[in-house]
């Protein structure tokens, strides 16, 4: 079977609608969550979910909970238009413009290193062999702006699971696609980053059921740009630690180096919990700009320790001395 989900992406018949995506994304849900509206408008649940599928090509389960109380959710233009991926230049527009070009069909994933069963997964048999569930995070990037997004995905966990880790394995390594071809930011001579991107998690983090393998958002599959067709969401971490474009998954007894350290490392640290008390060298991470942001506008608001998410991961970090280990 062929990657129908990135092909939907682009549908006519969606592009074509005049509603956008988070009107779609509001309706449903206010139709899932409400009994009444599910009744008024002559729907069980299931026929609900099936017409959601339809539209957007992708099944998955709305989790309960709505966005985090009294931030509303980023527009869909603004999570797809602004982004961090160098592999397609360093302007924020630039991924939206280029990343079209990488080619997201077929894709593959191999896990390996300290597993029982290493192996390479296509795309399909990842998203058919797991349930897709909506969750909605705040996310904040190291240089100061934050958005909330309704991702879709399942906890990677799972996945690693499936290839079952030795009790030596302490530590994932994730990277990305590189394929100059098609990216053209690694083909400056400029070198920004050591290719391919490359990132990674103790494996405590990596299996902590906030930390989400991600296929889409806002109902959609991926778009290139957001890091198509499968990336990496760590909610209480800085945004660069949700690496995109996976196609290699390590198991390891040591803590790898990530491009962002060999870069910059008294920068950029293994750890980067979100932190407001640890400022980075060239600036402070007391406050995020809360994207939309403007300069008439900027929506600047207080940085949250673990990005808000301290209740659920603070005890990972226990005795640790969050200065030291950045
Ligand atoms: N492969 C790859 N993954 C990446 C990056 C990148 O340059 N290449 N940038 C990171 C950074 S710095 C951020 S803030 C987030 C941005 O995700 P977004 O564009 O979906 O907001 O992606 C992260 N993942
Ligand atoms: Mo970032």
């Known amino acids: 079977m062929k990657n129908r989900l990135s092909r939907r992406f682009n549908d006519p018949s969606i592009a074509s609608s005049d509603i956008t995506p988070e009107q ?23 026929a609900a979910r099936t017409h959601a599928k339809e539209l957007t090509g992708l099944d998955y389960r709305v989790a309960p909970e709505g966005p985090p109380v009294g931030e509303a959710l980023t527009p869909f233009a603004d999570v797809t238009q602004y982004n961090n991926f160098y592999e397609f230049g360093t302007d924020k527009s630039d991924p939206a413009q280029y990343a079209h070009e990488m080619t997201t069909d077929p894709w593959t994933v191999s896990v390996g290193g300290l597993v029982n069963k290493p192996g390479k997964l296509h795309l399909e048999d990842i998203l058919s062999g797991f349930d897709l569930e909506e969750r909605i995070y705040r996310f904040r990037c190291v240089e100061a702006w934050s958005m909330v997004v309704p991702w879709i995905g399942f906890p990677l966990a799972k996945l690693l699971q499936r290839f079952e880790p030795t009790s030596d394995a302490r530590f994932v390594r994730f990277r990305t696609l590189y394929r100059p071809s098609e990216m053209r930011g690694t083909r400056s001579f400029t070198a920004v980053i050591d290719w391919p991107y490359q990132e990674g998690l103790r494996i405590d983090e990596a299996m902590h059921p906030l930390t989400l393998m991600t296929v889409g958002l806002y109902g959609k599959t991926l778009p290139n740009q957001s890091g198509a067709p499968l990336r990496l969401i760590v909610p209480w971490k800085y945004g660069f630690k949700s690496i995109k474009s996976i196609v290699a998954i390590d198991l390891l007894d040591e803590q790898p180096e990530t491009s962002w350290q060999r870069l910059a490392p008294h920068e950029y640290g293994f750890y980067s919990n979100v932190n407001p008390e640890v400022d980075h060298p060239r600036w402070s991470q007391r406050f995020e700009r809360r994207l939309p942001s403007s300069l008439f506008k900027p929506n600047r608001i207080p940085t949250q320790l673990f990005n808000g998410y301290a209740e659920q991961v603070a005890k990972l970090y226990a005795g640790m001395d969050l200065r030291r280990y950045y």
Not at 24 to 45: I, Q, Y
């Open 24 to 46: 779609v994304w509001v309706n449903r849900r206010t139709l899932l969550a409400s009994g009444l509206g599910m009744a008024a408008a002559g729907l069980t649940g299931g």
